[in-house]
């Protein structure tokens, strides 16, 4: 401390921000709700909770359970409408490139601090030398978990020639030992979440060769797990988010190729590497930027509630989970109060923080 203030008090005073809008996703409509609520509350600020009006059913749940334990909730657009046009609001959780464009815009109104999770194609480098078999089962896992509506599913594979006719056949054998020889029959695998979602995901089948799978069922909104080979740089399902349970698989000459391939791209949610050189695992690591990274599996670094989540550039900004949730919507207000020479007063010392919590 300079010499100037050595005798003073200096503290961080943690304050709420005042207001928070959470609007939730449709994909995991729960977690991606109550998460976010549950700090933004422990950090002392009344809430306004938007849940995904896509997940109907759980948005009524929710409207129906949380006023048991909060003081009241609304469901309601209305809510994020007016909040638009508030100078008080003062912090927003999101999980939709479009959604997050027009918050953007209102909130740069009011100069808003803004937390965004935005998804993004996230990719999982193979590499040549690996467990085929156990990188196939944990690339099945993570992408057709929830039908590959997951915003850090591995959006798609990037490995040789060579290396895509070692994994195809492992890949068979991991979706048919996960969900049966006939997956639409699993208890396991689950449907496309609405009509208009079935219809996108429908039209990305047209790219590439159907390697595994392909089968739909549009009365039910069912689309089997599908791998795609031989698919361009220039088609659909390279150039936006799958969220679908259709796994591409592109095709490079070598791993300084897919890597840069990877960064001539907007910066992903994840990025995925499989090797059995930790060489080439920390290669990948270092060269590449993305908002998380799990090298030898998929997913799990999201679990670790130690590890702050969230994306970058175009994937989103801002971290959350854990603690880091807390500090999201935490404003840390640095204090110096100085010692008076006329009084023996002894300034005091933060011991709680300043919290307001109400959710509407």
Excluded at 263 to 268: F, G, I, Q, S, T
């Amino acid at each position: 401390m300079p010499c100037m203030t050595q005798l003073d008090c200096a503290f961080i005073q943690k304050d709420p921000y005042g207001v928070v809008l959470i609007i939730g996703a449709f994909n995991f409509p729960i977690q991606l709700t109550l998460l976010p609520l549950v700090g933004a509350i422990a950090a002392g600020n009344c809430v306004i909770l938007k849940p995904s009006e896509v997940s109907s059913c759980t948005e009524r749940l929710l409207a129906e359970a949380l006023p048991c334990y909060l003081d009241s909730v609304s469901s309601s657009i209305a809510s994020f409408a007016l909040l638009k046009n508030q100078n008080e609001a003062e912090g927003f959780l999101i999980w939709s490139v479009r959604v997050g464009k027009i918050i953007m815009t209102a909130a740069a109104k009011h100069v808003t601090p803004l937390t965004l999770e935005l998804g993004g194609k996230s990719p999982c480098y193979v590499d040549k030398c690996c467990n085929f078999q156990n990188a196939a089962n944990r690339i099945v896992w993570g992408k057709f978990l929830n039908a590959g509506q997951t915003c850090i599913a591995p959006d798609y594979v990037i490995c040789t020639v060579e290396t895509q006719e070692r994994l195809m056949p492992c890949l068979r054998q991991a979706i048919c030992e996960f969900f049966g020889n006939e997956p639409k029959q699993s208890a396991d695998f689950g449907r496309m979440v609405n009509d208009r979602h079935f219809q996108r995901a429908r039209a990305l089948l047209e790219c590439g060769r159907v390697a595994i799978g392909g089968e739909i069922d549009e009365r039910e909104r069912y689309i089997a797990p599908t791998v795609l080979a031989d698919v361009k740089e220039w088609e659909p399902i390279m150039q936006e988010e799958v969220l679908a349970p259709i796994l591409p698989i592109f095709t490079v000459n070598d791993m300084e190729e897919a890597i840069h391939f990877i960064n001539c791209r907007d910066r992903p949610l994840a990025v995925y590497a499989f090797s059995c050189d930790n060489k080439v695992v920390n290669e990948v690591l270092d060269r590449t930027s993305s908002g998380g990274f799990c090298g030898n599996d998929t997913l799990l670094h999201v679990s670790l509630i130690t590890l702050p989540f969230g994306g970058i550039g175009c994937s989103g900004f801002g971290k959350y989970h854990g603690k880091f949730t807390f500090d999201t919507f935490t404003h840390f207000r640095g204090c110096l109060l100085r010692i008076r020479s006329d009084t023996n007063l002894v300034p005091r010392k933060q011991t709680q923080n300043r919290s307001n919590s109400k959710t509407f």
